[in-house]
């Protein structure tokens, strides 16, 4: 077996990509659940989004639980580029009957470079927000919490800056459809989890889920955006 990359072997690897994945979908639920309150914008809102940003940055259980999911972005994001590096030099591309575009699906051969894009999101990201929200220049709201839903509304609705960073988290959003959308099932089957009776379900799912989860993730950026007065 190959020894390269954080795991000793191709198969740990997987193993790991696929159980640090499924820990990032169920992250994906929990934290849509909190942005998804930035669609109401009244004062009303704006507070109980700023009690869930309180919430969700001082909690000891989630703050534990927010270190783990740091380390599992990181080993995802790294021992994917390490698998995508090893599929691509394993492909035979030098045989002129080789098609890999009937043999796989665009998602299935991208995932590094999906998996790239969204790294450099979620990094932009956390330093326009999560960096913020811990150590950045940040005002109070009514009830004396960081009003972090004045930060987001301030970035979206920032002339052209807005604009385009409302555009590139729908680009994000799109490559993180991909990424779900060849993974989500993907992680099931290298665990083992696939049978004639089960395993068309779960693909629906994954299927709905990789279109639901990022589509309701991109309306908030252009809903604050087009919210502007």
Same mark, same amino acid.
């Given at each position: ?72 972005? *990181? ?8 698998? %995508?590096? &090893? ?32 790294? %450099? ?28 839903? %004045? ?5 979206? &609705? ?16 799109? %490559? ?12 099931? &089957? ?22 639901? *989860? ?16």
């Amino acid at each position: 077996m190959a020894n390269s990359g954080l795991l000793g072997s191709s198969i740990a690897k997987k193993y790991w990509m696929s159980l640090t994945g499924l820990f990032l979908i169920s992250f994906l639920i929990v934290h849509l659940l909190g942005n998804l309150q930035l669609l109401d914008l009244s004062a009303e809102g704006q507070e109980q989004f700023n009690i869930y940003a309180k919430f969700m940055t001082s909690f000891p259980l989630i703050k534990i639980t927010s270190y783990f999911l740091y380390a599992s972005i *990181v080993f995802h994001a790294v021992d994917g580029i390490y698998l %995508a590096i &090893q599929n691509r030099k394993a492909r035979p591309e030098r045989y002129a009957s080789y098609k890999p575009n009937r043999n796989s699906i665009w998602a299935s051969r991208n995932m590094g470079l999906l998996g790239t894009i969204i790294l %450099a999101f979620i990094i932009l990201h956390m330093s326009q927000f999560w960096y913020t929200m811990h150590w950045g220049e940040i005002g109070m709201d009514a009830n004396g919490n960081k009003d972090l839903a %004045a930060v987001v509304i301030k970035t979206y &609705q920032d002339g052209t800056a807005g604009l385009i960073m409302a555009l590139l988290y729908v680009i994000a959003m799109a %490559a993180v459809a991909f990424h779900l959308y060849h993974g989500f099932q993907s992680a099931f &089957q290298t665990l083992g989890i696939n049978h004639n009776r089960y395993t068309p379900l779960i693909k629906k799912v994954g299927a709905a889920f990789s279109i639901i *989860v990022p589509l309701a993730y991109a309306i908030i950026p252009v809903f604050v955006l087009m919210a502007k007065n």
